[in-house]
């Protein structure tokens, strides 16, 4: 079969093929449709993940959509390695695929699932998001922080903040159910002020998806706000765009009530995981949920791996 294949780490994958898979009995067999680029995918398939198989060869891709032998649409997430998604063929455990909701299409399905469950498990496992509580969402420009405005609102966040490094793009988020932005271009001070003036009114839940200098501020300006009788910041580190590492001083937890914690593989099981998926895909189209996607031939993917952006999902359509 055809698919897309890292031979040795550090590669790109290649169009090639690869031997057909056999599920077991707790497996499903499945001729994928669409699986999508994600910032987990890239980061696996380099190695830099901290959930990156060292078996080699392997597919890329850690979910997508297709049917099943009897001729069900799923979505399916985790398939068995060296199997991935981005294959004519998978093979992954019967409890990782989910029946498509009527109405979602593939291409959807597959490019909204995995940015959308970075903040649907965020708020509901991590967070514990209550109706009427503010959120602020670092890094809310791409399509992970633009899905996790939407699905603030959803939960019924009363106030959602949203920052970005682009101010066109910042602007757009406003349609989206942002009510305040902060651009992260201000230099240090001023851009530590902007925070600080947000934390005073009440910030409840942190989301981040940069990490970074701007995370870095983020907490400093929190430790600053209040003191002691600061109200309590859930602050959820999701990913992180502007690199992995950043300086914190210790008195910053020491001296303010700010809850520090990460949100993904490992700090979430994968049963609940799979059920905010699945929670999520049912949301979408009742919702309205709005993602940005690009659809591209597997065949393409040596072309199209290193152009994908943040700004919309590239979906690879499988076809045999």
Same mark, same amino acid.
């Given at each position: ?23 077991? $009995?707790?497996?499903?067999?499945? #001729? +994928?449709? *669409? &699986? @999508? !680029?994600?910032?987990?995918?890239? /980061? ?55 029946? $498509?909701?009527?109405?979602?299409? #593939? +291409?959807? *399905? &597959? @490019? !909204?699932?995995?940015?959308?469950? /970075? ?202």
């Amino acid at each position: 079969m055809k698919a897309a294949i890292v031979s040795k780490s550090g590669e790109s994958p290649v169009y090639g093929d690869f031997a057909e898979p056999a599920p077991s $009995l707790s497996e499903n067999r499945i #001729a +994928v449709a *669409a &699986a @999508a !680029i994600s910032h987990v995918v890239k /980061s696996r398939a380099s190695g830099r993940h901290y959930s990156s198989s060292s078996q080699f060869p392997f597919i890329v891709g850690i979910d997508g959509v297709g049917r099943l032998d009897d001729g069900t649409w799923v979505y399916f997430i985790l398939p068995r390695a060296p199997y991935g998604s981005m294959a004519e063929l998978s093979v992954a455990p019967s409890a990782h695929c989910l029946p $498509l909701p009527d109405g979602l299409d #593939a +291409v959807t *399905a &597959a @490019a !909204i699932a995995n940015p959308g469950i /970075s903040s649907w498990a965020a708020y509901k496992e991590r967070a514990r998001l209550k109706a009427g509580e503010t959120v602020l969402i670092n890094g809310a420009t791409g399509t992970a922080g633009r899905l996790a405005i939407q699905i603030a609102k959803h939960f019924g966040a009363k106030k959602v903040i949203a920052t970005g490094r682009n101010p066109d793009a910042l602007h757009s988020v406003t349609a989206l159910g942002a009510d305040l932005t902060i651009p992260l271009g201000e230099n240090g001070s001023a851009l530590e002020d902007s925070f600080k003036a947000q934390i005073v009114e009440g910030v409840d839940v942190v989301i981040d998806y940069l990490w970074g200098k701007s995370a870095e501020c983020l907490l400093i300006a929190a430790s600053k706000a209040g003191g002691a009788s600061a109200k309590p910041i859930r602050f959820i580190q999701v990913g992180a765009a502007s690199g992995p590492n950043i300086t914190l001083p210790g008195a910053v937890l020491r001296s303010s009530a700010i809850e520090l914690m990460g949100s993904g593989l490992g700090s979430v099981s994968p049963e609940h995981l799979i059920a905010g998926i699945a929670e999520l895909l049912n949301a979408t189209v009742p919702c309205g949920f709005k993602i940005a996607a690009r659809p591209v031939p597997l065949s393409e993917v040596e072309q199209a791996w290193p152009e994908d952006d943040s700004t919309r999902r590239t979906v690879f359509i499988v076809s045999r």
